[in-house]
């Protein structure tokens, strides 16, 4: 089981944004973050906790390992506000977090 | 350039099947898994099952709210995926996504997805 905190997190623009993923057991770093935008599909951001996706801007990063993960935006901007998913793929099934918003301050 | 897209939702009687398709272009399709996330109105993402590429015998996995129910299908020569969902429920009413799964050590994480179709099931 993935949870997400906090469920909702509001931020100024420009500000830090920090989210988490924890797992109920080790995931090692099988971890993957998605970014979710009103009416749209998502988005893969960050894989193997980590690696950022292709045309991800430096801005997100991500960090972790076992059961604790991090989803940190340096300096949030307009585009970013959205909602943003953990999932794991160490073993079957699969399974997302709950999803954490990001909403203007 | 990548590109997925689903078909096949609308609505369907409690009890009563649906079929739903994927059509990817813009890669070598068999060379990846193919997957299915849905999401009921309002609420998270759930991933609901994933079939490998042919270099793992077309191998399925599915979620334990699914299993038994739906069932997972590809057609490598026409670059499509399929969902079959039998024995549907309300709780099934949900957008769902066709998506490219990467392999990544033993499980998969998804780098494209289609724009979803809703399905919903109603009396």
């Known amino acids: 089981v993935m949870t997400q905190s906090p469920a909702t997190l509001s931020v100024s623009p420009g500000e830090r944004a920090t989210l988490s993923c924890r797992a109920s057991q080790s995931v090692i770093s099988n971890l993957a973050w998605y970014q979710q935008k009103p009416g749209q599909a998502p988005r893969l951001l960050i894989y193997?906790?980590?690696t950022r996706a292709t045309g991800v801007p430096d801005r997100f990063s991500g960090s972790g390992s076992g059961t604790e993960f991090t989803l940190t935006i340096s300096s949030l901007r307009s585009e970013d506000f959205a909602i943003y998913y953990c999932q794991h793929f160490h073993n079957w099934p699969l399974s997302f977090g709950g999803g954490t918003k990001v909403e203007i301050k | 350039e990548v590109q997925v897209v689903e078909s096949g939702g609308g609505l369907a009687q409690p009890g009563r099947s649906l079929r739903l398709s994927c059509t990817a272009s813009g890669f070598t399709f068999g060379d990846y898994a193919m997957s299915w996330v849905r999401q009921a109105p309002g609420k998270g993402l759930e991933w609901v099952g994933l079939?490998?590429?042919?270099?793992?015998?077309?191998?399925?996995e599915y979620a334990t709210s699914v299993k038994g129910r739906f069932t997972i299908s590809r057609d490598d020569s026409k670059g499509t995926a399929s969902l079959q969902m039998n024995s549907l429920k309300t709780e099934d009413t949900a957008v769902y996504y066709c998506?490219?799964?990467?392999?990544?050590?033993?499980?998969?994480?998804?780098?494209?997805w289609g724009q979803g179709t809703l399905v919903t099931v109603s009396s």
């Open positions: 193997g906790a980590s």
């Open positions: 998506v490219r799964g990467v392999p990544d050590r033993i499980g998969y994480f998804f780098d494209y």
């Open positions: 079939i490998r590429g042919k270099a793992y015998s077309e191998t399925t």
